[in-house]
């Protein structure tokens, strides 16, 4: 069974840094794309971030967030710099069960078969 755990989340003021974690069990998506979306009450899951050998961002977050894997512990993290109170949202890792070739198709969240809880990053005005 594929199971994704993020951990990291929390309560921070704006210009502050939190770093968040995806535990992955069950399956390695080493060849595979995985990525961050967040999503607030009342509006649709967003792509934030996604990594298969390259990385690719949302806009509003290109500069200020950084997303790593680590192929052998089986995890991806996000480094979120500079957060800003409208990067509040909960935070969801995701898996494909393939090669996401451009960010067209990184963004789309049907793309993606494996999905944590998600994890509340709340930035403070």
């Known amino acids: 069974q594929v199971q994704l755990v993020e951990s990291g989340g929390g309560l921070v003021q704006a210009g502050g840094a939190l770093s968040l974690s995806c535990s992955v069990s069950?399956?390695?998506?080493?060849?595979?794309?995985m990525a961050w979306f967040r999503q607030v009450p009342g509006k649709e899951r967003e792509f934030v971030a996604a990594?298969?050998?390259?990385?690719r961002y949302a806009d509003s977050v290109l500069g200020r967030f950084t997303i790593s894997r680590d192929n052998v512990k089986n995890t991806m993290d996000l480094q979120m710099n500079n957060l800003k109170p409208e990067d509040t949202a909960v935070y969801y890792c995701?898996?494909?069960?393939?090669?996401?070739?451009?960010?067209?198709?990184?963004?789309?969240?049907?793309?993606?078969?494996?999905w944590g809880q998600g994890t509340q990053v709340t930035v403070s005005s």
């Open positions: 990594m298969y050998r390259n990385e």
């Open positions: 995701a898996a494909s069960d393939t090669i996401l070739p451009t960010k067209t198709l990184v963004a789309r969240t049907g793309n993606y078969r494996y």
């Open positions: 069950g399956r390695a998506f080493t060849d595979k794309t």
